[in-house]
């Protein structure tokens, strides 16, 4: 078992950041890296991501400094984690630091050999790591920041939130897409993301529907409805009640890179508590994030000076802190007596000149 150690008077030189948690605990992970690129601008800065991440990343530290762990799908099972282990050995990295509190993530990098590990205090796993470091800070990005201590880092005054890069290639082929859909360059486009992995964080498709129509032509000149493969039933559901507006749907069309890109096209989004506000924080791109199950201040949500959170005020909210299956109560009134005006009048506020981000609910 490893005992608490630090890392050399010269500092690490190739660092590997372990994320291999969804797309948008990749993006509030940026600020750590930032830290990291600031205070070692002579050491290299690797990541280790889920398949559906890499898009997110690559355009922003190039792509041989992203490693993927495909951890659902050909990874999978013990046999995976030792290959992905090998790997990251032959990567010859003197410094890991697990984001995720994950038994999996702290033994793959055990078996790595990596000499130097570093995660948090509580995670499972923790005595496999020479550092641990106590979780502190109010916001997601926050205590993720917290783990530069790990390598002597005390960052300060970082701004938030941190930026995205588009991937040119990415670009040119959303260009191209819209193109064939028939939306122009200069078209004022509304994004629209109905999915969540889980049922509770989901407003119900028919309401983007109706506030789709509500918003096309008159304010946008055509809606994109963006989601994974798993979207599918709640974006299909939302683009059947919006029939009538010009949208489009690319549910399970766009890749995370392809994805930054379109929002950087967006002069609006509209979208749960999932990956899609996140990326649109990063792009300044005016955003209402709707919430249910869980609230603002487990630390979670979107930040920037053109987000704005809505959300019933109900006594039951924050009822879990990643969203549920199924509604305790069986009413889902947190996300089914959320008006459609209510949405639409924050995503209009929002589209004035930025007064500084605004929560409410
Ligand atoms: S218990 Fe309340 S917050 Fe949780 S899902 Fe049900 S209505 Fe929403």
Redesign the pocket.
């Known amino acids: 078992m490893p005992g608490q150690r630090s890392l050399g008077l010269d500092g690490p030189r190739r660092i590997l950041l372990a994320q291999t948690s969804f797309a948008g605990d990749v993006v509030l992970t940026l600020p750590l890296h930032d830290a990291l690129a600031a205070a070692f601008p002579a050491a290299e800065i690797h990541w280790l991501v889920r398949p559906a991440a890499v898009g997110l990343i690559a355009a922003r530290v190039g792509v041989d400094r992203v490693h993927i762990f495909d951890k659902h799908g050909k990874d999978a099972g013990g046999a995976g984690l030792l290959r992905t282990s090998r790997r990251l050995r032959a990567g010859r990295f003197d410094s890991a630091l697990a984001v995720q509190r994950s038994f999996r993530t702290a033994l793959m990098l055990a078996l790595a050999g990596i000499p130097f590990r570093a995660g948090f205090a509580d995670a499972p796993g923790w005595w496999l790591y020479h550092c641990r470091v106590a979780r502190r800070g109010t916001h997601a990005s926050e205590r993720l920041l917290a783990l530069a201590a790990a390598l002597g880092v005390a960052p300060e005054g970082l701004s938030l939130p941190p930026r995205l890069v588009v991937e040119p290639a990415a670009a040119r082929r959303i260009d191209v897409l819209l193109e064939r859909e028939g939306i122009a360059a200069e078209a004022r486009i509304l994004v629209v993301a109905p999915g969540s992995v889980w049922a509770?964080k989901r407003w119900p498709a028919a309401a983007f529907g109706a506030l789709m129509v509500s918003l096309v032509p008159a304010r946008f000149d055509a809606a994109i409805v963006v989601g994974t493969a798993g979207d599918r039933i709640a974006c299909g559901d939302a683009v059947r009640v919006a029939s009538g507006a010009r949208v489009v749907d690319l549910c399970g069309r766009t890749d995370a890179a392809e994805l930054v890109a379109l929002l950087a096209r967006a002069s609006c989004a509209v979208a749960n508590d999932s990956a899609v506000g996140h990326i649109a924080a990063t792009l300044d791109v005016p955003l209402v994030s709707i919430f249910?199950?869980t609230v603002p201040e487990q630390g979670f949500a979107p930040r920037g000076a053109h987000v704005r959170v809505v959300g019933l005020p109900?006594g039951?909210?924050?009822?879990?802190r990643h969203g549920?299956a199924r509604?305790?109560?069986g009413?889902?009134?947190?996300?089914v007596d959320l008006d459609v005006a209510d949405v639409r009048e924050a995503l209009l506020a929002g589209l004035e000149p930025p007064q500084g981000g605004q929560v409410t609910g």
């Open positions: 509770t249910g199950p109900l039951c909210r924050p009822c879990s549920t509604c305790p109560l009413t889902h009134a947190c996300m």
